[in-house]
């Protein structure tokens, strides 16, 4: 039975138990109720929990396909996050708990991140980092991450994080689409044991980016040794963080941002090869992230929070920083991988600062269930009430592994569907209240409204169909960074005659009770691993090398990473296929984007299946990568093509 079917016939029920639901910050369903009867009301009280400068003249704002939220209105995102909790009973409250992947350990208090913040803040300005400009994050999961965030948030810089694990080429790719001003990275950072090189990965992008001014370096490294191979520090350009921050003061002025001032820009992937820069806003942004982490998370004030994402994705901004700061929570924070030194350090973690709260992804639940019960069976994760699951569809099985050997029965499960471009939580239960089935993200939170749709924008009440967002939202991205006609082709055409609705490129099934079922993209984007990948991008890294002519990239299901690439290649003339060169392409991958999209298979063939027209049919590229007997082949203008690949595949030679 394949994946989806399996979903399909899944109709077990879990209701919040009556323990729960006694403490649950929401525990009826009168909040969706009055959501629904008038959203903005809902928004704007949940606006009204922020601290604003001064307050909003109007809430909502919609001219399809562009919103704004909250106009007139004035705040700064670290005030939120920092100021207003050292002021009382947060003050000394541990902030962020922090483990490094080698066992180093650090607890910083509100208090403590409200200094840090300010004195780098101060230290920006130095480096003339004004209101506006671009700051390029590229780091380890380290506590630095966050007061780098939260410092351009202070005096109102866009920031833009890159996940660590990106290539030189990726990194340049997306500083000179910001043109940032200021790069900030460490000598390296620590995963599975080894160093990942990040400012020598950092120089190697900077060759090409005029736009950069100024580099700052935290010392990750022990500074014991005087091991420079990880920092060539170049005199003007690079500064170390500690040098920059030494005489700083503790007290930085926060920039008073409007509602719609951008707080970041976040590159996703997207069906060209260029990745697009999502932009975020102050007011929306912090609003829908804030009332997410605290309603879906059932967020208390003992909480101990622990996002496993890293801060290079979208969750890692809203659910490890700016929503559970922005609440006074108790973040964990880990550098590292769940299986180093052992494969029990997620539970060895649980355990150690009794974690309350778990939100990780469906991809790291199967390789859990994969490597055993014995792992967490070791130890005492009786402190978790709650758990939560992102990125992708949790298979029924999975779920239910982590209901009973992570949950021990006991903790709702919170499987919560978003986007980079929605910036918080959509579609969730509500812990305490809805019914959960594995396998589904339920139904829209209070304030959000979806609906399942056909090609023509007629709503299917019951069976699959697209998925589309109905109503504007305070996180929504406001425009793609630079190219606003992108935003609204990628998110507002699907439908021409509804341009005001918004097109997720999700596809899913409603059943009988209203429920959503999230099938998975319908577009060229696949989902490896919990993170979005472009088949475009990694084609045009394929041909971008010498030998290959030319490249289509397929995903192909994977038993723990959910998706995987399957790369189908022909060769320039001169060149000959050999298990060396498919080596070679997948590591050329690796450098021109990054370990995550190198394929799993590359298939040399003299030939892509093609239309008459000469568009490359993925469909049954697909059915070859799945083993799957294959669809129409009529439309091809060579059928002669695809039985040699198929037979191919099946040889792996
Ligand atoms: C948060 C995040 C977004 C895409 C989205 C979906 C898939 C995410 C779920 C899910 C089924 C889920 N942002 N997706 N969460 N599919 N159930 N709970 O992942 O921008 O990187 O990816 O991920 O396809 O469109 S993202």
Redesign the pocket.
């Given at each position: 039975m394949s994946e989806i079917d399996a979903l399909l016939q899944e109709n077990r029920k879990f209701a919040p138990s009556r323990e729960f639901r006694r403490e649950a910050l929401v525990s009826d369903d009168s909040l969706y109720k009055s959501a629904a009867a008038d959203p903005e009301a809902f928004w704007e009280k949940q606006a009204g929990e922020l601290q604003w400068f001064e307050k909003w003249k109007s809430v909502c704002d919609w001219k399809a396909p562009h919103v704004k939220w909250f106009e007139g209105g004035t705040l700064n995102a670290s005030v939120n996050c920092l100021d207003r909790h050292v002021t009382g009973a947060r003050r000394n409250k541990a902030a962020l708990i922090w483990e490094g992947e080698p066992g180093d350990r650090r607890t910083l208090t509100y208090w403590d991140l409200y200094v840090e913040t300010q004195k780098f803040a101060n230290a920006l300005t130095k480096l003339g980092v004004k209101r506006g400009d671009r700051v390029a994050i590229y780091m380890p999961m380290i506590p630095e991450t966050a007061i780098a965030m939260l410092a351009c948030a202070r005096i109102g810089a866009i920031h833009s994080v890159v996940f660590g694990g990106f290539s030189p080429e990726s990194l340049r790719d997306r500083i000179e689409d910001a043109k940032a001003k200021v790069l900030i990275t460490a000598d390296g950072g620590y995963r599975r044991g080894t160093i990942v090189p990040l400012k020598r990965n950092a120089d190697k992008a900077l060759e090409g980016c005029p736009s950069i001014e100024h580099v700052v370096v935290v010392q990750r490294r022990p500074a014991a040794g005087g091991d420079e191979a990880f920092a060539e520090m170049r005199a003007g350009r690079d500064h170390w963080w500690h040098d920059v921050i030494r005489n700083e003061p503790a007290k930085c002025e926060p920039a008073k941002m409007k509602a719609e001032d951008v707080l970041y820009i976040l590159y996703?992937s997207g069906t060209t090869g260029k990745p697009k820069g999502i932009v975020h806003t102050t007011g929306g942004y912090l609003t829908g992230a804030a009332a997410t982490t605290k309603l879906v998370f059932d967020l208390k004030e003992d909480d101990v929070f622990w996002c496993t994402a890293d801060v290079g994705?979208?969750?890692g901004h809203s659910y490890l920083v700016y929503g559970p700061l922005a609440n006074g929570a108790t973040c964990v924070m880990y550098e590292g991988a769940p299986d180093w030194p052992e494969k029990d350090r997620f539970w060895s973690i649980c355990e150690r600062y009794g974690v309350t709260i778990l939100y990780t992804a469906p991809t790291a639940i199967r390789a859990f269930m994969k490597w055993g019960d014995q792992w967490p069976a070791k130890h005492d994760l009786s402190q978790l009430r709650l758990l939560g699951?992102?990125?992708?569809?949790?298979n029924p099985e999975a779920w239910i592994w982590y209901q009973q050997k992570i949950g021990g029965g006991r903790c709702p499960i919170v499987?919560?569907?978003?986007?980079?471009?929605t910036g918080a939580i959509v579609?969730?239960p509500l812990p305490g209240v809805t019914e959960t089935k594995p396998g589904s993200?339920t139904m829209p939170l209070p304030g959000f409204s979806a609906a399942l749709l056909d090609a023509n924008a007629k709503e299917i009440k019951v069976g699959g169909g697209l998925l589309a967002l109905t109503r504007p939202w305070p996180s929504i991205a406001r425009t793609i960074w630079g190219d606003d006609a992108r935003y609204v082709q990628t998110y507002f055409s699907k439908w021409p005659n509804r341009p005001d609705l918004y097109f997720?490129?999700?596809g899913a099934k409603r059943d009988e009770d209203g429920y959503y079922w999230?099938l998975?993209?319908v577009d060229d984007?696949l989902?490896v691993a919990?993170?979005?990948i472009g088949t475009m991008e990694v084609e045009s890294a394929l041909v971008e090398h010498p030998a290959v002519a030319e490249a289509a990239v397929v995903g192909k299901s994977h038993e723990l990473k959910g998706q995987a690439l399957a790369a189908f290649v022909t060769l320039r003339e001169g060149f000959q296929h050999s298990s060396d060169l498919r080596d070679e392409l997948r590591d050329f991958v690796g450098e021109k984007i990054g370990a995550i999209a190198k394929p799993d298979d590359i298939l040399f063939s003299a030939d892509l299946p093609k239309t008459r027209s000469g568009k490359i049919m993925r469909r049954l590229l697909r059915d070859i990568a799945e083993g799957r007997a294959m669809g129409d082949t009529s439309t091809l203008a060579d059928p002669n093509v695809v039985a040699a690949l198929k037979e191919q595949y099946e040889g792996k030679e």
């Open positions: 996703t994705w979208v969750t699951s992102v990125g992708e569809p949790i499987d919560t569907w978003w986007q980079t471009e579609i969730s993200a997720p490129g999700d999230i998975g993209r984007v989902n919990g993170h979005r």
